[in-house]
């Protein structure tokens, strides 16, 4: 998970953002009122933590991994 934010337009600018940029993020949610951004699914925890370094170093990005 990206980021998490109370205002729509916010999640909206970020995931357009990183879509142009060539990454695959989408509006995972709404949880307690907040819109929850994703970049991408994976099956292997080890890739999300992988992708999760990626992101901090291209966009300087703070993220966090989900598990279900």
Request: hydrophobic share 35%.
């Amino acid at each position: 998970m990206i980021s998490s934010f109370g205002n729509e337009k916010n999640s909206s600018r970020l995931i357009k953002k990183l879509n142009k940029k060539g990454h695959k993020a989408y509006k995972l949610d709404v949880h307690k009122n907040l819109h929850r951004v994703a970049l991408a699914t994976y099956d292997q925890k080890e890739d999300a933590i992988l992708a999760q370094i990626e992101i901090k170093k291209e966009e300087k990005i703070s993220s966090w991994v989900l598990t279900k």
